[in-house]
């Protein structure tokens, strides 16, 4: 790969995505950037641009921390800085790895030196080669839990804690956080998501001419990268000058009152939590008068802070999509576009006749004139056919409207439309049993790469998590037979032991929906939906994937592919029509298939069957027998299941029930999804070997 990078002001288009980089490149309080968009939209390479823009910084000489001569941490490491000597270098852009081990995020001991020399000493990660540069993390949404905990931690105090293997250290960590994601692939973390100071929706421009002349510049840069970056070398040279120039004029630009009425009135009408919306619109605002090259803050600018720095914090649940109402965002600016005027005391009313008096004249204040009860005073209604606003009532005044109807349920050969599901609502944890080896998550008990640490073993394969601990211990008895000389320690490779962590993973949850006209009912469906909604909610939280299966007519559909993308089902959930038979065997079948072939993609990642259906199966000779043999499959495998028994009215035939055993799993009444919620009465009525269990 060429170490020439692709010019920042060679990119076609992605006006705001330039915009939300450049004002992080003259005000870093603004808290970085989180681009949002669709594969192969140049995310990344604009990001990795953006670091030759940037300003050289003065460092300390010799310290690994990157300190300010002019303020160097006394705090640090490598300190105390007294007489500091001091050299320049550029901003550094470090990349952050979607599987990255902890140790290399926050630094650990240096083993080298500890079994070489006999001391403690601590190898920086890397948010320490980070500070007062760019944290670049590609792929933000799939950084795993321990990663994203680590990374709050960092962001919300500008410092890192270190306390491992013997070894404590703190350490100033302020960084320019950007990410780039793709929503398809999954959401990010509430907490995260929130320390972005700016989101970026992008996607890739449907305009021919723009689509070549991208190809165009690509093409040029992989023939000829040197030459390329030489074309736009003075357009690169006259963008820094104005980063730098924006950077002095930063401290002189005022927030005035009506500008920061503004930006509060804006943060309390889209009801945005906590008071940080607040303040990175103030200071993007701030960032943006800078870079226009003006000391004041006009409206203008507190209109794009807010398009940049709200829409990622509107989310209510992971359902919503980020978003603005622009119509709601300049009626509010109209509307507090003037300070605020002190309030003064209302002038009495004067005595007497006349027009402001209280006369019962055309143009007194009585029930005629305008402000009274006529029709242009806002009172009553002026009679209609006849009749008077007394006699009227409540029903005569309501806006004529459908009359409803008697609810009929739909012929199960027929297509009924998609009815809205219920509230979703919180559930309970519960978990397949055993121990796994899947990837970092919030459900089930397994071994991770993060967790806490249980026990030590040999090392199996490449020794990647050392335990310093076991490894000195195992060595220790065999120092004085290896003719030990000084404080260096002889180590064989037998000695070495690795850590066991434990954790908790994520799994596959594999929705199989039941559409037939059997479950067509609306009150029902309704009930279904929401309880599936609850659980896609749950998963999310759980940071599971997902996948869904809906069966009606004569055969099974993969409504959505395995996925962490929980929105997805949402929407697909939501537009789930029902009617036609019930071929069950057939939804049984395509799970089956499904979970195979993710078995082979990712063996590790354990999966929970849930069939939402009133155990009928209609559909061609033997329908209930074949869906029966179906179940038995997920029964040899050893399968977690859950099946939610849609049976209602006073006979029920008890098929859910049936499948749930042939399944080896347990049923949930749908009579019973108002009391707890799903996952708890899963417990709750499971059977002692079911593959589901209580969680601790």
């Known amino acids: 790969m060429s170490e020439v990078r692709y010019p920042f002001t060679a990119i076609v288009g992605m006006a705001d995505l330039r915009l939300g980089l450049l004002l992080n490149a003259v005000s870093p309080a603004v808290g970085g950037v989180l681009v949002r968009g669709e594969k192969g939209t140049a995310k990344s390479t604009m990001v990795r641009a953006l670091a030759g823009l940037l300003p050289a910084i003065a460092v300390v000489d010799d310290c690994r921390f990157a300190c300010d001569p002019a303020a160097p941490d006394p705090q640090c490491p490598d300190g105390p800085h007294a007489a500091v000597e001091s050299r320049e270098r550029p901003s550094q852009l470090v990349e952050l790895p979607v599987g990255v081990a902890e140790d290399r995020i926050v630094g650990s001991l240096d083993l080298e030196r500890a079994l070489a020399e006999g001391v403690k000493a601590y190898e920086p990660g890397l948010l320490a080669k980070a500070h007062r540069g760019v944290l670049y ?235 009274g009860g006529g029709p242009e005073g806002g009172g009553a209604p002026e009679p209609t056919d006849g009749g008077t606003p007394e006699a009227s009532t409540p029903e005569d005044t309501e806006a004529p409207g459908p009359q409803p109807v008697p609810a009929q349920h739909p012929s199960p050969a027929r297509e009924s439309a998609p009815v809205a599901a219920g509230d979703p609502y919180r559930t309970r944890l519960f978990t397949v049993q055993g121990t796994g080896h899947g990837a970092q998550g919030r459900r089930s008990p397994a071994e991770t790469t993060g967790g806490h640490t249980i026990r030590a073993r040999r090392p199996q394969g490449t020794l990647s998590r050392l335990h310093l601990t076991a490894t000195l211990q195992a060595a220790a008895p065999h120092q004085v037979a290896r003719g030990r000389a000084g404080r260096a320690l002889v180590l064989h490779k037998d000695d070495f032991r690795e850590q066991v962590r434990q954790g908790r993973e994520s799994n596959l949850v594999l929705f199989v929906v039941d559409a037939s006209g059997s479950m067509a009912a609306r009150q029902r469906m309704t009930a279904v939906k929401g309880a599936v909604l609850s659980l896609l909610m749950d998963a999310y939280q759980r940071r599971d994937k997902i996948g869904m299966i809906t069966f009606r007519g004569a055969d099974a559909e993969l409504a959505l592919p395995p996925t962490s993308s929980v929105e997805v089902g949402a929407a697909r959930l939501e537009t789930l029509p029902t009617g036609g038979r019930t071929p069950l065997a057939a939804g049984l079948l395509r799970a089956h298939e499904v979970l195979r072939v993710e078995r082979l993609r990712d063996p590790n990642r354990r999966p929970l069957l849930v069939v939402v259906t009133d155990g009928r199966a209609t559909g061609g000779r033997d329908a209930l027998a074949r869906s029966q043999r179906a179940a038995a499959l997920f029964a040899a495998q050893g399968t977690a299941s859950v099946v939610l028994d849609c049976e209602s009215g006073p006979v029920r035939l008890g098929l859910a029930r049936t499948l749930a055993g042939l399944l080896g799993g347990s049923a949930v009444s749908l009579d019973e999804l108002r009391a707890e919620g799903v996952a708890s009465l899963v417990r709750a009525n499971r059977p002692v070997s079911t593959s589901i269990r209580k969680a601790a």
């Open 137 to 371: 993390i590609d792929e933000v949404n799939l950084l795993q839990d321990h990663v994203v905990d680590l990374l709050l931690d960092a962001a919300a105090m500008g410092r890192s804690y270190v306390e491992r293997e013997g070894v404590s250290v703190r350490h100033a960590a302020r960084f320019l956080l950007v990410g780039t994601m793709n929503p398809e692939e999954g959401e990010l973390r509430p907490q995260l998501l929130d320390r972005f100071g700016l989101t970026v929706e992008i996607a890739a421009t449907r305009d021919p001419a723009e689509r070549a002349e991208v190809v165009r510049r690509r093409l040029a840069y992989d023939a000829d990268p040197a030459g390329f970056a030489e074309r736009f070398a003075a357009e690169e040279r006259a963008l820094a000058e104005h980063i730098t120039v924006a950077r002095e004029l930063l401290p002189k630009v005022e927030l005035t009152d009506v500008a920061l009425r503004q930006i509060t009135a804006v943060c309390a009408a889209f009801e945005v939590d906590g008071l940080r919306a607040d303040i990175v619109m103030a200071r993007t605002a701030v960032a943006l008068a800078a870079w226009a090259g003006r000391t004041e803050v006009l409206e203008e600018d507190v209109r794009k802070a807010a398009q940049l720095a709200l829409p990622h914090r509107r989310r209510r649940n992971p359902f919503d999509a980020p978003g603005l109402d622009e119509e709601q965002l300049d009626r509010t600016l109209e509307e507090h576009t003037q300070p605020d005027e002190p309030e003064t005391e209302p002038d009495p009313e004067p005595e007497g006749d006349g027009p402001e008096g209280d006369g019962d004249g055309p143009d007194g204040g009585g029930d005629g004139g305008p402000g």
